[in-house]
């Protein structure tokens, strides 16, 4: 590799993106195909089911994706990522209440039902425009995006960092849970906001639909891929990891860390709001719990199992954990916890590096082998 | 070196260097050859008083050497210089006009104002190559490293600094896998690129060796006349081998001032400092 190509995101980019895309695309058409296409009673039937579960780890490796930006690139651990994959999903849940028009149970063609209940006369002014998908899109990536500037402004202005801006990160989506649970605030207390029909006007219990938000989730999963790789890959991305690893000098070669790392904090805020707006249609549910700190922390623990500070890394961690989450909840409900808690910790103590790390050493082995064998021939 | 030069061959055809830099540089006015002021500065910590009253001047183009005991003050007069410490009292004037007080540490360090940590302190994760690049003296705002392409002037200015510090070979390790002295030589380097006016050089040849030592004498004798460069070091023998001037602090303030043999026969010298530590 030529130093021209070593600092050049688009060389980075040929190299790191087609394998990653491949892999990613062959999956869900793969998946979508067997869904649409081959008869039910077929063994290659893939059940409409399982492309919602698979939607939904899509979703999470789009957020577990913003983490690693933060963390695995400038060290900034985020505890509270889940509030920004929550308010993505209540403002694509806002939209999509509003589609439901006069079907609700109450049949008001306006309010939405939890509204109509609380004995509501009119619509409060923030939900106003969400009755427009472009409305709805702009707010799922301006108000999380917005909350994460202000956060990030505040706090790396006055230069918290470490395990104080960890415990931030959790207070804030604490503080955002407790005020969603509270009915006043007018997104459906603890119920929060459900019931969904239809999204741009298209049946959301079609198996078409399900299926084109399954590659929806994926096209945006590479895309966000692709961005983070060229940004990763740029002098942006080295000043990033200069921050991860000497701040001090970063700044005293001239660069403002404070911009630096509250540009990236809300470029991956946005990736997370993103990931919650493709989760709630697929799931068809958004309520407080989704704020909750364990939420947060799963994600963390997500991508130090995949491995952090490679981008691809978190994806694998947050596909593998949750597919074991689905299989190990299924069968002992009550464990999955310890399990977790057990993975983090065999993971942090034996493989610093993630799943990736594991196989990035097996390769280098293979290659060694290999050429030593050259030299015996 | 060939993949060196090759790849410059390359981008002969690079975009010219972004307008405006070294435009800061140029506004420092040193009508009065004094490129630092220092006067009247006062840091105190919980009640310790880490600079008291301190008043130093740094002529354009000087070498200057600071010496004085642990806790004298040396390292806390770097910070307050480079934004990093803010002082109780006193004045800090880079030029006549430019204030460096209530200035950040990115804006003093773009006015052309370098520093180089007592602890080699380098980006360990990324290439040697890697960690001049970013200190090259580029835009810095976030729009422009986004974008940002090595132009063949980037290259010809890092592979002239991968000879200085004689590290051209290893451009491609990891600066973590270097040497002690290495690192401080990678650092110094980094120093270097970023062309600055001022070089703030804290202990620079802590842990090298005795032949290290003496390149890095050579080359910061070699700076003094076009930077102006402030050295602290507790080496004697080094200090001996490159200094014109020596300022003497202790408990905060200047003790003496002037040539070596003036300080070495300075009868509250000894007794402070060069008595503990001959």
């Known amino acids: 590799m030529t130093l021209a190509n070593q600092f050049s995101p688009l060389h980075e980019l040929r190299n790191k993106a087609p394998v990653f895309l491949t892999a990613l695309f062959s999956m869900t058409l793969f998946a979508s195909v067997c869904n649409l296409w081959v008869p039910e009673d077929s063994a290659f039937h893939v059940s409409t089911y399982t492309i919602t579960l698979l939607g939904k780890y899509l979703c999470y490796a789009l957020l577990a994706l913003s983490v690693d930006v933060v963390w695995g690139y400038c060290g900034i651990l985020s505890l509270g990522h889940g509030a920004f994959f929550a308010l993505g999903g209540y403002t694509m849940g806002m939209y999509l209440m509003r589609q439901v028009g006069d079907r609700g149970v109450y049949g008001n063609p306006l309010l939405p039902d939890f509204m109509v209940f609380l004995n509501w006369q009119d619509l409060p002014w923030f939900w106003q425009g969400f009755d427009q998908f472009w409305f709805a899109f702009f707010a799922t990536l301006l108000v999380p995006g917005l909350l994460a500037f202000v956060f990030g402004w505040l706090a790396f202005r006055s230069r918290v960092a470490g395990v104080y801006l960890s415990i931030m990160t959790q207070a804030l989506t604490y503080a955002l849970m407790l005020a969603f649970f509270r009915n006043e605030m007018g997104f459906g207390g603890n119920n929060g906001l459900t019931d969904f029909k239809d999204i741009l006007g298209f049946n959301l219990q079609s198996d078409r639909v399900r299926v084109a938000l399954f590659l929806c989730s994926a096209l945006m999963l590479a895309a966000a891929y692709c961005a983070s790789v060229l940004i990763m890959s740029s002098r942006y991305g080295r000043v990033i990891m200069g921050i991860r690893d000497a701040e001090a000098r970063v700044r005293f070669i001239g660069f403002k860390t ?10 991956s805020a946005v990736l997370a709001a993103i990931a919650g707006a493709l989760y709630v249609p697929q799931v068809g549910i958004i309520n407080p719990g989704e704020f909750s700190p364990l939420n947060s922390i799963e994600v963390v623990v997500w991508v130090a199992v995949g491995g952090r500070g490679t981008l691809y890394g978190g994806i694998v961690g947050a596909i593998l954990v949750n597919y074991a989450k689905t299989r190990f909840t299924a069968i002992f409900p009550d464990q999955w916890l310890f399990v977790l808690g057990a993975l ?7 493989l610093p590096q993630g799943l990736v790390g594991v196989f990035k050493d097996q390769k280098h082995w293979l290659f060694r082998r290999k050429s030593v064998e050259d030299v015996g021939e | 070196m060939n993949r060196l030069q090759a790849v410059r061959q390359r981008l002969r055809r690079g975009p010219a260097p972004p307008l405006g830099a070294g435009s800061d540089q140029e506004m420092v006015d040193i009508s009065h050859q004094v490129l630092l002021y220092v006067e009247g500065l ?5 009640g310790f008083k880490a600079l008291n009253e301190l008043n130093l001047y740094i002529n354009d183009g000087e070498l200057r050497c600071l010496i004085g005991a642990n806790g004298a003050g040396k390292t806390t007069l770097m910070d307050v210089i480079t934004g990093k410490t803010r002082p109780d009292s006193g004045q800090v004037y880079f030029g006549q006009t430019i204030d460096l007080l209530g200035k950040t540490e990115a804006q003093i360090a773009q006015l052309g104002v370098g520093r180089k940590f007592q602890k080699p302190t380098v980006f360990e994760q990324q290439t040697v190559f890697a960690n001049l690049e970013l200190a090259m003296r580029v835009e810095k705002n976030i729009l422009a490293t986004l974008v940002a392409r090595l132009s063949s002037e980037n290259l010809d200015s890092i592979s002239e600094v ?4 004689g590290l051209k070979s290893q451009h491609d390790a990891l600066a973590g896998a270097l ?14 690129i970023a062309d600055p006016r001022l070089m703030l050089v804290d202990e620079p040849v802590a842990g090298m060796t005795a032949q290290e030592t003496e390149r890095t004498a050579e080359l910061l004798t070699s700076l003094a006349g076009k930077r102006t460069v402030v050295v602290v070091e507790h080496d004697m023998e080094f200090v001996r081998s490159i200094a014109k001037t020596v300022t003497v602090l202790h408990q905060g303030s200047v003790l003496a001032e ?8 300075d009868p509250a ?6 008595g503990e530590d001959p």
Do not use: A, N, P, R
């Open chain 2, 269 to 274: 010298v000894i007794e402070v400092y060069l």
């Open chain 2, 258 to 265: 002037g040539s070596m043999s003036d300080i070495q026969s």
């Open chain 1, 258 to 267: 404070e911009t630096y790392k509250v540009s990236l904090f809300v470029y």
């Open chain 2, 179 to 192: 040497s002690h002295g290495q690192k401080q030589w990678l650092e110094i380097g980094m120093l270097l």
């Open chain 1, 344 to 350: 983090f910790v065999f993971v942090t103590v034996f």
């Open chain 2, 42 to 46: 006062s840091v105190s910590f919980d």
């Open chain 2, 162 to 165: 991968l000879d200085i510090i």
